[in-house]
């Protein structure tokens, strides 16, 4: 089972690697939005979803997804907290040695 | 994120998540691999290894000037395959993705355990008339048009003003829905103006109408009963292909036809299902997607 603070490694790490292609105006916290903050792309949020399930094992990121499509578009966004949140809630408990990949 | 360098210079943005046998797909023009992921990988990634790439000019892949028809994208596929170290996959692809899918079936049977194609075109079956309008984006016009964005006879030919009206419109599909698209599509734009695609796409090669019944593998077909622009191409399919099984989905009065993957990905998934299992016992899996689909195959 991973902790929160590798999970929130992990996800600043896929989000800095994803940042070629867009700038991030200030330090990455738990409190970053998604949407609000880094205007991330659907390509960008499945980019991060696969580095997810490559190191944590099958994560059901559509369910994810779908619960963001249900808020109302003016609402919609998820920190960094609750995006590690819910990998923590939906990683296998063991990692598959073989998905470990960084 | 992971990209591939392939030996004829481009190189492919791709992702590869899960474990099991291979399950390759490709999206369609103008679209990226976040088709797939929005619903159809994550119901899949716990029993097959999938492999999702944006073809050349697309997503974080590199954009070229030229390199668009099928036959170049079915190499581009190959190489990454070989890249990768996938000897043999089960093939799905959506729209011009369908298209690759074939031509890779037709080129590199070895390579290919079944295909599934969803609202293929194919180049050798777009009639003259359409041929011309295909070019011209006469066809997305009228797609437009469906999903609210009237485009004025003038301007039906203008790819750069269709696709700048279209991107000032909120996100149709995914966790994004009816966010308006801020970021700037000059990339889509430069792939439609700037590169040789839209010609290249309906460059036939050798896959001629005549060639289309050689192809031996496994293929299913996928079409929605909406997409009135594909329909010749799955009647001709349907009928030609030796070794083909076909289902002709219903298509909701508030939904686009041709976009199933993301209109109806649950019965899209169930399809790849179908066709990937049918000459053998469906692996052992515990997605509901075969429960909320109201659709039956239609085997031709």
Redesign the interface.
């Known amino acids: 089972m991973p902790s929160a603070d590798h999970v929130f490694q992990s996800v600043l790490h896929a989000i800095e690697?994803?940042s070629g292609?867009?700038e991030i105006a200030r330090p990455l916290t738990p409190e970053t939005q998604l949407?609000g903050d880094l205007?991330i792309?659907?390509?960008d949020?499945?980019?991060l979803?696969?580095s997810m399930?490559?190191r944590y094992g099958?994560?059901?990121?559509?369910q994810?997804?779908?619960r963001?499509?249900s808020a109302p578009?003016k609402e919609?966004d998820l920190t960094i907290a609750e995006y590690v949140e819910f990998v923590l809630q939906n990683a296998p408990r063991r990692t598959?040695a073989?998905?470990a990949q960084s | 994120?992971p990209k591939a360098e392939l030996p004829n210079g481009t190189a492919l943005h791709y992702?590869q998540?899960?474990?099991g046998p291979d399950i390759v797909m490709a999206h369609g023009m103008g679209g990226?691999?976040?088709i797939w992921?929005?619903?159809i990988?994550?119901?899949l990634?716990?029993r097959y290894r999938i492999l999702t790439y944006d073809l050349r000019g697309h997503?974080?892949s590199d954009l070229t000037p030229d390199g668009y028809t099928c036959t170049n994208l079915a190499t581009d596929l190959r190489l990454l395959m070989d890249h990768l170290g996938v000897e043999r996959a089960d093939i799905v692809g959506h729209s011009f993705g369908a298209d690759v899918a074939l031509y890779f079936a037709y080129l590199y049977p070895e390579r290919v355990k079944h295909v599934v194609l969803i609202e293929p075109m194919v180049p050798a079956l777009v009639p003259t008339i359409t041929r011309a309008q295909f070019e011209r984006a006469d066809w997305a016009a009228t797609v437009l048009d469906k999903m609210g964005i009237p485009i004025p006879d003038d301007r039906r030919y203008d790819t750069e003003y269709m696709l700048r009206e279209a991107m000032k419109h909120?996100?149709k599909w995914?966790?994004?829905?009816?966010?308006p698209a801020?970021?700037t599509t000059d990339r889509i734009i430069a792939l439609y103006s700037n590169t040789t695609i839209l010609r290249d796409a309906l460059d036939i090669g050798a896959l001629t109408i005549d060639q289309i019944e050689t192809i031996r593998v496994p293929v299913h077909l996928v079409y929605d009963r909406g997409s009135t622009l594909w329909r010749q191409a799955y009647r001709h399919l349907s009928r030609s292909l030796p070794n083909v099984t076909s289902t002709l989905l219903p298509t909701g009065s508030k939904e686009i036809a041709h976009f199933s993957p993301l209109e109806k990905p649950e019965v899209i998934t169930e399809q790849i299902l179908l066709a990937i299992t049918r000459d053998g016992k469906a692996r052992q899996r515990s997605s509901p997607a075969g429960k909320r689909s109201r659709t039956r195959p239609r085997f031709a």
Request: charged share 20%; net charge neutral.
């Open positions: 690697s994803l292609d867009w949407i205007a792309k659907s390509l949020l499945v980019i979803a696969s399930v490559k099958p994560i059901p990121f559509d994810l997804y779908a963001m499509e578009p919609r598959p073989t998905n | 994120m992702e998540v899960g474990t990226n691999l976040a992921h929005l619903k990988a994550p119901m990634w716990d997503g974080y909120p996100i995914g966790p994004l829905k009816d966010i801020r970021w």
